[in-house]
């Protein structure tokens, strides 16, 4: 199912990119103005997509592999992650105006989720000569990184809600 999603956007390229890329500025806008709390989920869905394909990958086959993973990485990866970092910060910069050390501690962990998932494009070379558990750790590390401003904001808001209002 993945080489279709890949086909789909590989074929699209970049126009299916740019209008991912606006609808999410137009939803983040729009959101915005209707007050909906945010959890900050897009991110960690899109590097767990990423991650899910890149540990799919035939191993045995490395030439055409390697060809693939690098045109997923250019048309479906950097695009979606790029577009997800812009419609996160967005929507922060809208809750937190008042609060900025909170929206830059959030968007210092997507950024760390975002150096890892470029880690581990780079040693995409390293999981053919035998160093298979740096891979592993650092896609772990990516997703697990990845959700915690997820899990922060989900607290973060549902203590405000249960703060009485009187």
């Not at 809208?94 to 900025?100: E, M, P, T």
Request: net charge positive; with cysteine; hydrophobic share 55%.
């Amino acid at each position: 199912m993945l080489d279709y999603v890949f086909a789909l956007f590989f074929m699209g390229f970049p126009g299916v990119q740019i209008l991912v890329l606006v609808s999410s500025i137009f939803l983040a806008l729009k959101r915005n103005k209707l007050n909906k709390r945010v959890y900050g989920l897009f991110f960690p869905i899109v590097i767990t997509l990423c991650n899910i394909w890149l540990i799919s990958i035939d191993r045995t086959e490395l030439f055409d592999d390697v060809l693939r993973f690098y045109f997923f990485l250019i048309s479906f990866c950097f695009p979606m992650l790029i577009t997800a970092v812009i419609y996160h910060a967005l929507r922060l910069s809208s809750i937190y105006s008042l609060l900025r050390w909170k929206m830059i501690v959030i968007s210092f962990c997507y950024l760390i989720g975002l150096v890892f998932h470029l880690l581990n494009t780079m040693y995409w070379n390293e999981v053919f000569h035998g160093h298979q558990n740096v891979f592993n750790a650092l896609l772990i590390g990516t997703v697990v990184i990845s959700f915690l401003p997820s899990i922060y904001l989900f607290f973060v808001q549902r203590k405000v809600e249960q703060v009485p209002t009187s």
